[in-house]
């Protein structure tokens, strides 16, 4: 205890000292190029002490940190911060603003007078529903060697042929032309159905791999496309989920596809989260360092100790818990998939904390936000969104779809916790207090029970 008792003195002394000092974090540089109308100091100094930029007066937290915006003009811009005897010199160059006069015009789509035979290249390769390389368009992710029917191209998309009435696209660069003759349509030649404690497992005969998209809903359906004897082509599969769907999964094994619908586990009330497999993902680490809060503190470290201890609390609650990292190390974003997936995990929690662009305001931007993919994990997120910002008082940020690598994993409810803005000055003097990072995990844990024992199942 005396030993903790010290380290927690010393721990506190030098964050005294780091915030007696004028350090700006961001920009990273004295001299820098920014192409926005505005950007942002972000740092921390000496609250006793009036702290200026160009002349105007900071507002600087009582720990220490600041956010300051600044507009820019086209060409050189100099800043000079000054607090007390210390004073720090910015120059940022902004780009010359070029004024577009013309008509945008979109890239066409060229179709072709023949189909075209290609296949996947690589594993997880997206099939998306416009060709745009971002946002909520995923409709599946192929394995290598699915073949795929080609009619036509838009920039670097080409588009492909599902049925007469269904077509998306995928991405050049993840397919390789076939050199021979066009594919014929695949057979289903039967369906096999057997469970076991965890799963409903089902198994689709094919003699060849083709295109297929799994969709969420009270019927969870299933698609295998250029499928002949059925009509337009397209095999559908559909299976009743009785309350909340809970993760699943579905793949090639050779030409055989295998799917795995994940069983709701029976809970007790007493104890809700006893036996349940959980993977806790601590952001960054190592060379990814996140982003920078105003006093210093590195994201990845921030993100560690709420990890660690949220890992406490579940496993006092009965959990099986799993940490994708537990020191300071690279990870990336497909290892921590893999390795939750490799855990048969039930949930999946990454933790970070967030930050901004350029030509935003740290100041009006605050509070926890959680992002989600698919729609199975939205109810765990706003059990856990409900609870943090309840308990631990941070802003509602909102629960947002967002297309994360993280959060693209079906196997388990996976979602991405932005629990407060390391920039803005009073957000980020939460998260370094060491209260307030166990406070956090204990709404976070109490949010995962609720979602066990409150909604509809």
């Known amino acids: 205890m005396k030993i903790k008792l010290i380290f927690g003195l010393i721990l506190f ?36 002490l009036p702290l200026t930029v160009n002349g105007e007066n900071v507002t600087v937290h009582p720990s220490g940190g600041f956010a300051y915006v600044v507009n820019l003009k086209d060409g050189k811009n100099t800043f000079v911060l000054q607090s007390g005897d210390e004073i720090k010199t910015y120059i940022i160059e902004k ?10 015009t979109p890239p066409p789509l060229v179709e072709y007078s023949s189909k075209k035979n290609y296949y996947t290249a690589y594993d997880g390769a997206p099939l998306r529903g416009t060709p745009i390389d971002s946002g909520i368009n995923r409709l599946s992710h192929f394995e290598k060697d699915v073949p795929l029917l080609i009619d036509g191209e838009k920039s670097n998309f080409y588009r492909v042929v599902l049925n007469d009435n269904e077509k998306a696209w995928i991405a050049k660069t993840n397919v390789k032309a076939f050199e021979g003759y066009l594919n014929s349509p695949a057979t289903v030649s039967g369906r096999t159905f057997t469970e076991d404690d965890k799963y409903y497992i089902f198994t689709f ?8 998209v799994m969709s969420e809903g009270p019927l969870f359906t299933l698609k295998f ?12 599969f559909t299976f009743p989920i009785q309350g909340k769907l809970f993760g699943y999964q579905g793949n090639y094994d050779g030409n055989n596809f295998i799917l795995k619908i994940r069983k709701y586990p029976k809970i007790d009330n007493n104890k809700p989260l006893k036996g349940r497999v959980i993977t806790i993902d601590a ?3 190592g060379t990814e360092i996140g982003t920078i809060g105003c006093c210093g503190h590195k994201e990845k470290d921030i993100n560690l100790a709420i990890s660690q201890y949220l890992e406490q609390e579940l496993q006092a609650r009965g ?40 030509g935003a305001d740290p100041n009006k931007h605050s509070g926890t936000s959680i992002f989600y993919y698919y729609n199975q994990a939205k109810p765990l997120a706003d059990k856990i969104l409900a609870e943090v910002t309840t308990q631990v008082g941070t802003s509602d940020d909102k629960v947002r779809q967002g297309s994360l690598a993280l959060v ?50």
């Not at 496309?225 to 559908?236: A, E, F, G, L, S």
């Not at 994708?324 to 990336?332: A, E, F, M, P, V």
């Not at 997936?341 to 039930?346: A, C, I, P, Q, V």
């Not at 307030?436 to 509809?456: H, L, M, N, R, V």
């Open 408 to 457: 693209r994993n079906t196997n388990a409810l996976s979602i991405l916790i932005e629990v407060a803005y390391m920039i803005n000055p009073e957000d980020n003097a939460k998260l370094i207090n060491t209260e307030f990072q166990k406070q956090c995990a204990k709404s976070i844990a109490d949010g995962i029970e609720k979602y066990f024992t409150e909604s509809e199942q």
């Open 319 to 358: 959990a099986v818990v799993y940490m994708t990292r537990r020191i300071d190390n690279n990870l990336g974003l497909k290892e921590r998939v893999e390795y939750a997936n490799g855990k048969d995990s039930e949930l999946l929690i990454s933790i970070h904390a967030n930050a901004l662009p350029d």
């Open 205 to 212: 005969n094919l003699d060849q791999k083709t295109p297929y």
């Open 283 to 285: 952001g960054h680490g």
């Open 13 to 48: 002394s030098v964050i005294t000292q780091q915030c007696l000092a004028l350090d700006v974090v961001y920009p990273r540089k004295n001299q820098v190029t920014i192409n926005s109308a505005s950007t942002f100091f972000i740092g921390s100094s000496d609250a006793a």
């Open 95 to 104: 780009p010359v603003s070029k004024t577009y006069t013309g008509k945008y």
């Open 225 to 236: 496309y250029n499928v002949k004897d059925y009509p337009d082509n397209t095999y559908v």
